[in-house]
């Protein structure tokens, strides 16, 4: 019986911290694509609601020090149980 229980919370317990993870384009441009890449992130909770106000491709841009013109988006995703964290991956120039 002890076997049973330590087996049944070492289930919970890896599910709990196990995270699923998907990268998908959302939009590209004929510019060449750059040697700078910037990453704008949110945490999310319960699907829904967005931690981060400034969570946009310009703050993405920014932080990448990208000015001459954005080639690529990418959002990727990474779901837990109960919250999420989404990025926004930007590349250009």
Known sequence: MKNVKY????AV?????SSCSITTPLAVTELPIG????ISETKVIFGVIELNKDYSIAEA???????GGISTVDVKYTDYIIFG??????TGE
């Open 7 to 10: 087996l049944a919370s070492t």
């Open 61 to 67: 841009a920014k932080k990448g020090k990208i000015t």
């Open 35 to 38: 040697p700078k890449k910037g």
């Open 13 to 17: 317990l890896a599910a709990l911290l």
């Open 85 to 90: 964290k989404k990025q926004l991956i930007v």
